[in-house]
T-cell receptor, first 112, second 113 residues
Framework: DSGVTQTPKHLITATGQRVTLRCSPR?????VYWYQQSLDQGLQFLIQ???????AKGNILERFSAQQFPDLHSELNLSSLELGDSALYFC???????????FGSGTRLTVV | GQQLNQSPQSMFIQEGEDVSMNCTSS?????WLWYKQDPGEGPVLLIA?????ELTSNGRLTAQFGITRKDSFLNISASIPSDVGIYFC?????????????FGKGTKLSVIP
């Protein structure tokens, strides 16, 4: 157990729907990162939050949004889902701004 | 955007053999990291390299940050069955901002007992 908790583990939904993925960072970690892992694109950085504020944005679609709450948990919202959004979504956390992230086990999203 | 090329894509080795894999980029990177991912799990950080030429070990694993800052390699000595998994290199390209990482596509390692 890495200490980073992601829920749900699996999610199956239809095209056009909206889902919310949740991440609880390790205790004491202020920084949260979201990554998407697909077979053809590999691991792609989506967005980073630090202590509630957005710090960096990567290849995140406009249909996707995220936030980090005062208790430091984070949610990734995916809307108007398309088949191509099917992927593993990972959350990672770190105590401060560093490369030594700890990844969660991921949420596998399947859009049908 | 920045891309990292990992090779080989996959490899099959006998238990006890040494393994070498590498990662290259067409542009310089400021930081190189190596992660391992087991099925159904997230990547786990193995080694982090922060300076060109740096050579770092973690048990049977050794990694180096290339002098040109455009490559890195990972060696595993005396492989064991639990080394099976996908190994990813990752790095931060200059100007990327914050601590986002660019990942390679991975090297899938299979160990034959």
């Amino acid at each position: 157990d890495s200490g980073v908790t992601q829920t749900p583990k699996h999610l199956i939904t239809a095209t056009g729907q909206r889902v919310t993925l949740r991440c609880s960072p390790r205790s004491g970690d202020l920084s949260v990162y979201w990554y998407q892992q697909s077979l053809d694109q590999g691991l792609q950085f989506l967005i980073q939050y630090y202590n509630g504020e957005e710090r960096a944005k990567g290849n995140i679609l406009e249909r996707f949004s995220a936030q980090q709450f005062p208790d430091l948990h984070s949610e990734l919202n995916l809307s108007s889902l398309e088949l191509g959004d099917s992927a593993l979504y990972f959350c990672a956390s770190s105590p401060w701004l560093t490369y030594g992230y700890t990844f969660g086990s991921g949420t596998r999203l399947t859009v049908v | 955007g920045q891309q990292l090329n990992q090779s080989p894509q996959s490899m099959f080795i006998q238990e006890g053999e040494d393994v070498s894999m590498n990662c290259t980029s067409s542009s310089i990177f400021n930081t190189w990291l190596w992660y391992k991912q087991d099925p159904g799990e997230g990547p786990v950080l193995l080694i982090a390299l922060y300076k060109a030429g740096e050579l770092t070990s973690n048990g049977r694993l050794t990694a180096q940050f290339g002098i040109t800052r455009k490559d890195s390699f990972l060696n595993i000595s005396a492989s064991i069955p639990s080394d099976v998994g996908i190994y990813f290199c990752a790095g931060q390209p200059p100007g990327a901002g914050s601590y986002q990482l660019t990942f390679g596509k991975g090297t899938k390692l299979s160990v034959i007992p």
